[in-house]
């Protein structure tokens, strides 16, 4: 069972750099945490920012949503970067992969 976390977010103005800085170490953390499997992240045209991460179970998506330094970043989040974000999680219930051969 695969659980997908669905981040969407908008900045404030004048915060870009900084929350870089805060986005990267929390993709360093992410990635090393068991059950992580993957992370994408978007940004639409009008500056809707997405990101998806899965991970193998539902134990490592909350220990990745409690991890310290996440919750930390979480509350500088709400209190300095974003305008507006809306999170979902989800069990995956159905996943398919095709990889064209010839590419």
Known sequence: MT?????????????EVAYQEVADEMGRIVHSM??????????????ERVTIVRFTD????RAWA???DHARAQRRGREEFYSWYDI???EEKYGH???DPAS
């Not at 659980?3 to 915060?15: A, D, E, K, M, N």
């Not at 068991?34 to 500056?47: A, H, K, L, N």
């Open 58 to 61: 539902a134990e490592s998506q």
């Open 97 to 99: 992969t095709f990889s």
């Open 3 to 15: 659980i997908v976390t669905v981040f969407r977010s908008r900045l404030r103005p004048g915060v």
């Open 88 to 90: 979902s999680v989800s």
């Open 34 to 47: 068991d059950g992580f499997i993957d992370e994408r992240f978007y940004v639409s045209s009008d500056g």
């Open 66 to 68: 409690e991890e310290p």
